[in-house]
């Protein structure tokens, strides 16, 4: 089965000024509650939040289209129009650690892992050391699961997921809400979270920006143009 947290293969340039070796100690301590809106909460909006509450940039990078020989090299840097963030020491419906993307200043993604590492190299092919944090086990997966449906109510659909072996089987719960669309990837170790309308602008946008940019110099770029 495909995976279901796939997303369009976006590139990033990454920088780390704050990453230590004791980064991973940051998920441990208490965070402020979850308020954080898909397709609502700004960048700006975010940054607040994650000082206030003691969370830690650990990561932060924006979409790495390299626009020499193309029209793009006349604009002042469309690459900066997508961003992602890797917080420590917030509160993800529990999960204290997570991906934030923005898309024109706006969460669109937030990708909370739960049995893997950030970034998820699942998601976005990044080449630099994995940052260790806290694992789930299946029991508190499963404990996460049914606080969410305490909260977000039924799931709209469950859908199976088996790993590629076709050894095991687990359930991944999908909740549309408004637009917006929730999902916990039992199988992948992932809560993932999605407003429909600026995922699929943010996805058009790195496709168009695809179509002008050198393809040379863009090989990643070939998936996407792939891509339905």
Known sequence: MPKLI???????????PSFTAQASNA??????????????TTLADAKKQW???????????RLNINTK?????????????????????????????????????????IEAPLKVSLPLSMS???????????????????????ALRKKY?????????????RTFERDVPI?????NTIILAKGEGVLLYENDKDKADAEAYYKNLCKVADPKLNPNCQAALRSP
């Open 6 to 16: 796939a997303a369009a293969a976006l590139v990033f340039i990454l920088s780390a």
């Open 27 to 40: 998920a441990t301590q208490p965070a402020a509650p979850f308020s954080y809106q898909t397709g609502v």
């Open 51 to 61: 000082t206030l509450g003691g969370a830690k940039i650990r990561l932060s990078g």
């Open 69 to 109: 020989n193309s029209p793009l090299a006349k604009e002042p840097d469309p690459n900066r129009k997508i961003e992602m963030f890797t917080v420590f020491g917030v509160n993800v419906d529990g999960a204290t650690a997570a991906n934030f993307y923005f898309y024109d200043g706006t969460l669109f993604r």
């Open 124 to 146: 976005l092919p990044f080449n630099i050391m994995m940052v260790s944090f806290h694992h789930y086990s299946d029991e508190q997966v499963d404990d996460l699961d049914a």
């Open 153 to 165: 109510g039924a799931p709209s659909e469950v859908k199976q997921w088996i790993d590629a072996r």
């Open 175 to 179: 909740w549309k809400r408004s637009g």
